[in-house]
């Protein structure tokens, strides 16, 4: 199994609804990342995870709240979320963190924000 | 601040044609850049990764290579077919933590 899974593949939210988005990974990876990619722009860096602990923050707002419950599992909760937040949300995982590392991407969950 | 710039944005060939997408890195000390494809809508998919001791890496009709000292990488595709039509981006990873920097992309249309 080589695949990132991500659900939902499109979530559609009120600004005052509570959402959360899923990776699941069965690789044996221990680290983990949250990208947001806004249409026809590259990846931003949200979160890391290495080994299930939040290993980088890219001074993401507060509304966005990931969590990695075990190895294989990482979710990104949501709440109170703006229009602007509206996205592409990319989960990745890779064997570790290490400069060498390939990132394997899921096929990303499309958000709007209403 | 690393930069990472891909020329030319966007890019119409016929089908058969040999071309190659540029990328270029301003900061020199890296360890690895790698090369994504992404479909419209869609997650992206890991073509090539070149270490930063490495001169090219070879995937089937893709070839990539490196040079760190002029901060630049090129991908070429020989052959291009209409299934290769996606946005290419490349993407270099710091010489310290952890963080992957992407490139702005180049949109690729294969003709039939």
């Known amino acids: 199994d080589t695949e990132v899974t991500q659900t939902p593949k499109h979530l559609v939210m009120g600004m005052t609804n509570k959402k959360s988005l899923k990776c699941e990974q069965h690789?044996?990876?221990?680290?983990m990342y949250w990208y947001k990619q806004k249409a026809k722009k590259p990846p931003e860096l949200m979160f890391v995870?290495?080994?299930?602990?939040?290993?980088i923050n890219e001074s993401v707002p507060s509304r966005f709240s990931p969590e990695c419950p075990n190895s294989s599992l990482l979710n990104l909760h949501l709440h109170a979320l703006q229009p602007e937040d509206s996205a592409l949300y990319l989960c990745?995982?890779?064997?570790?963190?290490?400069?060498?590392?390939?990132?394997?991407f899921g096929s990303g969950t499309q958000l709007s924000v209403l | 601040k690393q930069e990472v710039t891909q020329i030319p944005a966007a890019l119409s060939v016929p089908e058969g044609e040999n071309l190659v997408l540029n990328c270029s890195f301003t900061d020199s000390a890296i360890y690895n850049l790698q090369w994504f494809r992404q479909d419209p809508g869609k997650g992206l998919t890991s073509l090539l990764l070149?270490?930063?001791?490495?001169r090219e890496q070879t995937s089937g009709r893709l070839n990539a290579s490196l040079d760190k000292s002029s901060g630049r990488s090129t991908l070429y595709i020989a052959a291009s077919q209409p299934g290769d039509s996606a946005t290419y981006l490349c993407?270099?990873?710091?010489?310290?933590?952890?963080?992957?920097?992407f490139g702005t992309g180049t949109r690729l249309a294969v003709r039939p």
């Open positions: 995870y290495s080994y299930e602990k939040l290993s």
């Open positions: 690789m044996g990876h221990r680290a």
């Open positions: 990745a995982s890779s064997q570790r963190t290490g400069f060498w590392e390939k990132l394997f």
């Open positions: 070149i270490q930063s001791s490495q």
């Open positions: 993407a270099v990873r710091k010489s310290s933590g952890d963080k992957l920097t």
